[in-house]
């Protein structure tokens, strides 16, 4: 909301907010961006381990009710899945037989046409016919279940790749680490992507909203600054060649092999 809000205020004030974000985000990465264990891994992946199982329990959400729509149409547990399939009698179904006379559940739960009685004035006075008659409503009930169903494959589909591609975002930075230098239109630099790789998915998931969300010239400061600011604190296992130059071309980092790049 801040960020937004400085897209379209004064210098200063976009200042004081860039100062805001770049110091929120240095106390929340330097305790551990260069650390290791068990602890320091937890706190680097927390908030992407959280999107992640808010994801897969949108999927499995789908699937429960996949589950239930099978149930309420009396399908056998090993076929929960067909429901939409079956309706139209495909050819991969066993469920529907169009030679059969059986009733079907649907029919049952939603009848279209019931026998009816129709009272009108004849000759002899009130006559009574018995005549088949179509209930609207209920045709109308069965394809709103039929284009629910169909619905629910296009929402079980489109959670199973958002998994999918969160899990490969987890543990793959190099695609991520390329939408943030292309979002924020920066040069790809050392220091960025060492940064980048040791804040941990958890932190590559707040600089990607923040890339998504903020100018890209605004952004672009703050990452800078960023980067510098932990740099500075690096730990004895990162050394750094003239650690007061803002520039990559006066800066060298090296690692030793405790401190190698990681992508998770």
Same mark, same amino acid.
């Given at each position: 909301?801040?960020?937004?809000?400085?897209?379209?205020?004064? !210098?200063?004030?976009?200042?004081?907010?860039?100062?805001?974000?770049?110091?929120?985000?240095?106390? +929340?990465?330097?305790? /551990?961006?260069?650390?290791?264990?068990?602890?320091?891994?937890?706190?680097?992946?927390?908030?992407?381990?959280?999107?992640?199982?808010?994801?897969?329990?949108?999927?499995?959400?789908?699937?429960?009710?996949?589950?239930?729509?099978?149930? &309420?149409?009396?399908?056998?547990?090993?076929?929960? /899945? +067909?429901?939409?399939?079956?309706?139209?009698?495909?050819?991969?179904?066993?469920?529907?037989?169009?030679?059969?006379?059986?009733?079907?559940?649907?029919?049952?739960?939603?009848?279209?046409?019931?026998?009816?009685?129709?009272?009108?004035?004849?000759?002899?006075?009130? !006559?009574?016919?018995?005549?088949?008659?179509?209930?609207?409503?209920? %045709?109308?009930?069965?394809?709103?279940?039929?284009?629910?169903?169909?619905?629910?494959?296009?929402?079980?589909?489109?959670?199973?790749?958002?998994?999918?591609?969160?899990?490969?975002? &987890?543990?793959?930075?190099? #695609?991520? /680490?390329?939408?943030?230098?292309?979002?924020?239109? &920066?040069? *790809?630099?050392?220091?960025?992507? /060492?940064?980048?790789?040791?804040?941990?998915? #958890?932190? +590559?998931?707040?600089?990607?909203?923040?890339?998504?969300?903020?100018?890209?010239?605004?952004?672009?400061?703050?990452?800078?600054?960023?980067?510098?600011?932990?740099?500075?604190?690096?730990?004895?296992? %990162?050394?750094?060649?003239?650690?007061?130059? +803002? *520039? *990559?071309?006066?800066?060298?980092?090296? &690692?030793?092999?405790?401190?190698?790049?990681?992508?998770?």
């Amino acid at each position: 909301k801040l960020l937004a809000e400085a897209s379209s205020s004064n !210098e200063e004030y976009i200042k004081q907010i860039q100062e805001r974000v770049v110091n929120w985000l240095f106390f +929340r990465f330097k305790t /551990y961006i260069f650390s290791k264990g068990h602890y320091a891994w937890l706190r680097k992946n927390s908030f992407s381990i959280i999107i992640g199982i808010t994801k897969l329990s949108y999927l499995l959400i789908t699937v429960a009710v996949f589950y239930a729509t099978g149930q &309420m149409f009396e399908y056998s547990p090993e076929m929960w /899945y +067909r429901f939409g399939a079956d309706w139209y009698g495909t050819r991969f179904s066993s469920y529907t037989n169009n030679n059969s006379n059986d009733t079907l559940t649907k029919d049952i739960l939603f009848p279209k046409m019931i026998s009816c009685e129709i009272k009108r004035w004849g000759p002899s006075g009130i !006559e009574v016919e018995t005549a088949q008659c179509v209930l609207s409503p209920n %045709v109308l009930f069965q394809y709103f279940f039929l284009f629910t169903w169909f619905m629910l494959v296009a929402v079980f589909f489109t959670n199973l790749i958002s998994c999918l591609l969160h899990i490969s975002e &987890m543990f793959f930075s190099h #695609g991520t /680490y390329n939408r943030m230098i292309d979002g924020g239109m &920066m040069a *790809d630099k050392p220091s960025y992507r /060492y940064v980048f790789n040791n804040i941990g998915a #958890g932190g +590559r998931e707040i600089i990607q909203i923040l890339t998504d969300n903020t100018n890209p010239l605004l952004f672009s400061k703050i990452f800078d600054e960023l980067t510098h600011l932990l740099i500075k604190t690096a730990d004895p296992g %990162v050394a750094i060649r003239n650690p007061g130059a +803002r *520039d *990559d071309s006066d800066t060298v980092i090296e &690692m030793n092999k405790d401190s190698s790049d990681s992508s998770f």
